[in-house]
């Protein structure tokens, strides 16, 4: 179910895995590894699962409902150099 929920997540929110890793400080290499079927870290996909709103049991196993609202992320230049703003739901 990870690699199914996970490459779903990252597809719906336009993300690559090299995004992931940097927004969420859990390395690339990791994340690739789950891709492979590898069992995540808890603290890892903790992260992962925060970064998407969402929970480690909907991320794992499928067992609870994604969120509502997806992470939106808007890139723009601002000014010199080039940012970027993550919005998410944090509470209801």
Known sequence: MLIKNLKQLLEENNLSIAELARETQVPKSTLNTWLKGRSPNLEQLE?????????????????????ALPTLIYRADIGPGQYEIVVRKISD
Do not use: E
Request: charged share 20%; aromatic share 20%; hydrophobic share 35%.
């Open 47 to 67: 992260r992962v699962a925060n970064y998407f709103n969402t929970t480690i049991d909907y991320l794992a196993f499928g067992k609870t409902s994604k969120p």
